[in-house]
Nanobody
Framework: QVQLVESGGGSVQAGGSLKLFCTGA????????MAWFRRTPGKEREGVAQ????????FYADSVQGRFTISRDNDENTVTLQMNDLKSEDTAMYYC??????????????????WGQGTQVTVSS
């Protein structure tokens, strides 16, 4: 069992940057696949970025490729999402997710067992 807590969301103008943080408690995240998802009203959660336990394997949604970077620090039990060149369509609630099972591509929502409560990102144009 692991409890995930997100932070770092906020409001920013288009073209700006934000960095999201996900901290785990209750169990080490070092052997878990970690991901960031986002959801806008009326839509399902979509995968944004994912990182393997070693940090070597990373996947990104096409819509954020080249603008977002996911990283992790297993010693600190944290995962971060650096978001640059933000666009209004990036506005969403962002969620951190974790799972033990191996993933070979950007995972779907049902593939992740543990979830944080989310942090809001709002990009104004």
């Amino acid at each position: 069992q692991v409890q995930l807590v997100e932070s770092g969301g906020g409001s920013v103008q288009a073209g700006g940057s934000l960095k999201l943080f996900c901290t785990g408690a209750g169990n080490t995240m070092g052997n878990m696949y970690m991901a960031w998802f986002r959801r806008t009203p009326g839509k399902e959660r979509e995968g944004v970025a994912q990182i393997s336990p070693t940090g070597i394997g990373r996947f990104y949604a096409d819509s954020v490729q080249g603008r977002f970077t996911i990283s992790r620090d297993n010693d600190e039990n944290t995962v971060t999402l650096q978001m640059n060149d933000l666009k209004s369509e990036d506005t969403a609630m962002y969620y951190c997710a974790a799972d033990f099972n191996r993933k070979f591509a950007l995972g779907r929502e049902y593939e992740f067992k543990f979830w944080g409560q989310g942090t809001q990102v709002t990009v104004s144009s």
